[in-house]
């Protein structure tokens, strides 16, 4: 079995054909699937589907695209949402310099009020990266013991990788490990611990090879596992035991 750790499912590209995209991660052996919210209205919707289906879990958070746009009304709304039974991580949260559709100074500001209710609720955290490590791992690694989580869809190199494991955190690897060029992240996707490793999708983006440039969806996730199977030469059995493993640990042991 296997879990999509991060996925979007709540999305208007999946309103036409939502219940058989379930079906057909049921059919792919996918057990659980994490949607992830990252605005008011996308995170409201990941709680929504969580409701309606046992297996699927929820996150609500502010994207640096919109850090804009989180006002203290907004973090008493998440607050509320982390109450909720379904909602198991706060994010995605986290710093994205390459299309800087919020100032940098305000995408700081949303990430560290964001970790602040964090470490007050002692939720693990889904953080998005893009061209932000320089200022991503300082952040995190002042606050080492006091967080924990994911930096999902993972884009740097084993020295990044390693950094990143010091703080205490996961790494998420997604469709990219799938692309022939992706050298990088296939080097982290055969050294990182069997213990801190997670998969994901991050769907209806970042397809892998097979279906790329088309929309994703949480049954593609054995297409990751494949390629790390491969890479570490193990089975896609034993990745797909070690991620769900470290999927329970990370975000439901703590759930009563």
Known sequence: MFIDSHAHIQLSQFNG???AVLKRS???EIS???VIGFDMETSLGAVELAEKHTHIYATVGMHPHDAKDLTPDIL???RKFAAHPKVIALGEMGLDYYRNLSPRPLQKEAFE???DLAEELQMPIIIHNRDAYMDILPILEARQGRIQGV???FTGD???MHRSLAIGFHIGIGGIVTYPNAKDIQAVAQEVPEDRLLIETDCPWLAPQFRRGKRNEPAYVRAVAEKIAELRRTSIETVGKVTTRNFQKLFLE???
Request: proline content about 4%; overall charge neutral; some cysteine.
């Open 26 to 28: 049921h059919e792919a």
């Open 76 to 78: 008493k709304t998440f």
């Open 254 to 256: 703590k759930l009563p």
């Open 158 to 160: 084993v020295e990044l």
């Open 113 to 115: 009020k964001q970790l």
């Open 151 to 153: 930096l999902h869809c």
């Open 17 to 19: 054909d939502r219940d």
């Open 32 to 34: 659980t699937i994490l």
